[in-house]
């Protein structure tokens, strides 16, 4: 078993910027690819970023390509989501989740049913 509890979100004006948490207890958390979801109230959740056990690959949906970062600290069984000049468009419960990393994380990233594990979710507000 693998318990993700995300923070950081919050209300942020156009333009802003926050940075998500999501700390992860249990088993080892290296053994595990990682990656952000949103979903905004009425539509389906959808990939927002992901990153290998090891730190050395990531991947990021289209929408959020060179406004938000990934990274990951397996010490601290972190990982974390920096977001950049935020869009009202952005708006959405974030959650973390975690798939061994003995699965494709190309083949999973776009399938959320796929991870194993998931967080509650954070509520980030981006106010134009």
């Known amino acids: 078993q693998v318990q993700l509890v995300e923070s950081g979100g919050g209300l942020v004006e156009a333009g802003g910027s926050l940075r998500l948490s999501c700390a992860a207890s249990?088993?080892?958390?290296?053994?595990?690819?990682m990656g952000w979801f949103r979903q905004a109230p009425g539509k389906e959740r959808e990939f927002v970023a992901a990153i290998t056990w090891g730190g050395t690959s990531t991947y990021y949906a289209d929408s959020v390509k060179g406004r938000f970062t990934i990274s990951r600290d397996n010490a601290k069984a972190t990982v974390s989501l920096q977001m950049n000049s935020l869009k009202p468009e952005d708006t959405a419960v974030y959650s973390c989740a975690a798939v061994q990393r003995g699965k494709s994380i190309i083949a999973t990233m776009m399938a959320p049913s796929k991870f194993d594990y998931w967080g509650q979710g954070t509520q980030v507000t981006v106010s134009s």
């Open positions: 249990g088993r080892t958390f290296s053994s595990y690819h």
